[in-house]
């Protein structure tokens, strides 16, 4: 008998246990806040930018005329030669743009150096450029760059970027392995964290990618997942975010938005299921919630 209580009194603490560790799991989950910067504006796009998204990006620094700054570096592990950078400046410059900087560095030292950051203290806007966004976190990831770039937001700038660009300014690196860019978790998760608790793809619809999020979102699903498809973007400030360009943003909060019905359902647990946003839709980051009419 006395064996028999002692496993019962075991076999309850341990239950106890696992119910109270479950409870904690859920109130820590339940506690996560997704937020955009307090100051400054994110334009977020899913690769293949039409021209549009660069007028989208002059009007939100103020002009032809400020200063930008255009970041190669997600494009090649290799060196990138002068004329390259060269040709890289002059892309944007037959955009409209007339004061153009391009920063660029395959090394964290480099990015952790103070001349190095000098243009990024005057610019109004960043633009990322495609590629791997695991190059950009190698690169500039918890350096005097990084700060940098929270710095320019938080006096008003702007920070942009087109597929890799985009999933980089996410907390959550999505697809940041080095070997391919077909696996969703992989040897770099962490991104440059302008949008908290948050896991971005690209190339959404294009590429038949919108079932890949939950490859995430199984394994952390405190994460609220943004999927752009190409030449659609979202224009982020403070909690909210807008739609534009073409295609659609799916949102995966665990919810289900009917628009006929105009009403939101909360989803079971391990649900696969998501919704569209198209151009004009706004989001509310902070609530996780579509803002209605």
Request: glycine share 10%; charged share 30%.
């Given at each position: 008998m006395k064996h028999i209580s002692l496993l019962l009194f075991l076999c309850t603490s341990i239950f106890g246990f696992a119910q109270n560790s479950n409870k904690n799991t859920l109130k820590n989950q339940s506690e996560v806040i997704t937020q955009g910067p307090e100051n400054g504006t994110l334009l977020i796009v899913g690769g293949a930018a039409s021209n549009y998204f660069y007028e989208v990006f002059m009007n939100l620094v103020g002009g032809e005329n400020e200063l930008i700054v255009v970041i190669p570096t997600a494009g090649t592990s290799e060196e990138i030669s002068k004329e390259d950078l060269n040709?890289?400046?002059?892309?944007?410059?037959?955009?409209?743009?007339?004061?153009v900087i391009v920063l660029h560095t395959h090394n964290p030292e480099e990015a952790n150096k103070d001349e190095f950051i000098q243009p990024l203290k005057k610019a109004k806007g960043v633009w990322f450029s495609g590629g791997r966004q695991w190059r950009l976190a190698d690169s500039y990831l918890n350096t005097k760059t990084h700060e940098a770039f929270k710095a320019l937001l938080k006096r008003g700038g702007v920070i942009a970027g087109s597929s890799a660009g985009a999933t980089i300014q996410g907390s959550y690196l999505a697809r940041g392995d080095t070997k391919t860019n077909t696996i969703m978790m992989g040897d770099h998760?962490?991104?440059?964290?302008?949008?908290?608790n948050v896991a971005i793809d690209q190339h959404l619809l294009a590429r038949n990618r919108q079932f890949d999020m939950f490859n995430i979102l199984n394994h952390r699903p405190e994460l609220l997942g943004i999927g752009l498809d190409e030449d659609t973007g979202i224009i982020v400030t403070n909690n909210t975010f807008k739609v534009i360009g073409k295609s659609y943003v799916a949102i995966y909060d665990g919810t289900r938005w009917i628009k006929d019905k105009n009403e939101i359902i909360k989803l079971p647990k391990g649900s696969r299921d998501f919704y569209f946003l198209k151009k004009g839709d706004k989001y509310n980051l902070n609530k996780r919630r579509i803002i209605r009419d």
């Open positions: 040709n890289f400046k002059n892309s944007f410059i037959k955009k409209g743009f007339k004061n998760e962490e991104g440059l964290n302008f949008l908290t």
